[in-house]
């Protein structure tokens, strides 16, 4: 029998992971017997004799073999989420008591122990009676609830494995095994190209296999592909959903207020993706996902893989998981920018936020951030390229403020980065030389920054511009201003923004009512800068 620290913590959803994995195998295999019948069926036709009969009888066996395999799996898949439910429904059962108790009176500790709060045995002994009635009822409440709970999954796990041994025991000992091994995945850090090469080296099977029992590996390996990155990576977003509420939980019992903001702030985060992959148009991919630090998330807006045009929008200082849904929605405007200017091609936006950005403007002031996020950016970009099926699709770099400076030391790196690199609102792209540190064709380096747009102020090395007045050039925090002529970018307007704060629109991407709203602004229904966006993202050249 588990003890209740046990069972409040493990995590019922890896069952559930599994029997996703047994689901997908049994479907696959009954596809497989399926295809079996179509290959054979011009031999029917056309081939007599007694090989011809040997044949078919091998692939009638083959066929049976297939079948029985592929309702193996649906009935695993049945009973592993079958148990999930049952831990999920007992863990219910203790978290319900544990909420239950009068916290004056009762505590319950990690373990399960119940003791009357000290309070109410101190001097002197005012609550003793009411707070010892309580706590007594607390007591025997309690210990009936939580031996029924333990009592739920001990039977269930005793019933799940009898039912899965019963399910081996159909398989003839002779035969092959029914489920491949899962395959290693390659080690973080592989180039894209290496991890193309193994995916598609391994067989349909062996990749749901890994997928199941690798979901975070898979899911955040550049070169494998969008859909597959997609299941691997939903997987973990809900069984780091159950982890969290479980933590969040034992938070506040223990009134850590603090780290229980922390938690609900990536709970926000998680949320926030999850009804994007639920909902929206077009159909959203998740690319990346973790809640380390501050949490990271990779969402596409659309398949990169297909897609014609494939843009990557690269967010800035204070961006993190529990603030995504202001990025995702501007990754939705893009899309739709760009089918604006030109509704025959295909368009997807990802928003990559697969970086720890700066957490305040004071430490946007360092280049550390944007300089460890370079190869991760340049690798995923690479990881698009590989993984795109079809004719080459045409990626552009969108970098939002300090998201620019990001975009800038990734593009410095070997091989390009995009066909087209976006610089917007930038504090500089770590660049002394403008265009010439970037490894860029300079008729694809765009940039672009509002007038009433504090960023080249907040960030311009030289406040009063008198210390070299003879010098033509304009520097800001992390290099020269993309808007420079001496930057040698290819400049497209913007609407000036709001000077001052106003009421919030809820139907923009920007909050109106920040203090500088006019650096969020850019991907504002019917702005200049939006249509210029969506036109360079098809291929275009922007307006003005």
Partial sequence: MPTFAELAETDPTRWLHQARGWERLGRELGAQAGRLDAAFAPLDRSWAGGDARAASASRDRLRTELAAAAQRGAEAAEILGRHAGAVLAAQKRLTDVVLGVNPATTRIDADGTVHPHPVILAPPFLFLALGLRSYLRDLDRVTREIAAALDEATRSDRETAAALAELAARVAPAGPPVLPAAAAPPEPGTSPSGVRDWWESLPAAVRERTLAEHPDRVGALDGVPARARDTANRLRLDAERARLLRHRTRLQDRDDVASAERVDELLRGIDAVGRRLRAGEPPALLLGFDTDGPGHAIVAAGDPDTAENVVTYVPGTTARLGTVEADLRR?????????????????AAVTWLGYDAPPDVLRAAAGGYAQRAAEPLARFQDGLRVTHRGPPAHRTLIGHS??????GYAARLDGPVAEDLVLVASPGAGTRRGVADLNMDPAHVW????????????TRTDTWRTSA????????????????????????????????????DPSTAADESAPIASHSQYWDQGSRSLEALGRIAVGRQPIG
């Fill in 447 to 458: 940039a672009t920054t509002a007038g009433n747009d504090p960023i080249d102020d907040l």
């Fill in 402 to 407: 300090y998201g620019s400076t990001v975009a």
């Fill in 331 to 347: 990754a939705d405007t893009t899309v739709a920018a760009a089918r604006a200017a030109d509704p025959r091609a295909v368009t």
């Fill in 469 to 504: 007045p003879l010098v033509d050039r304009e520097t800001l925090r992390h290099g020269l201003n993309p808007v420079d002529p001496s930057f040698g970018a290819r400049v497209f307007p913007s609407d000036p923004g709001t000077v001052a704060p106003r009421p919030d």
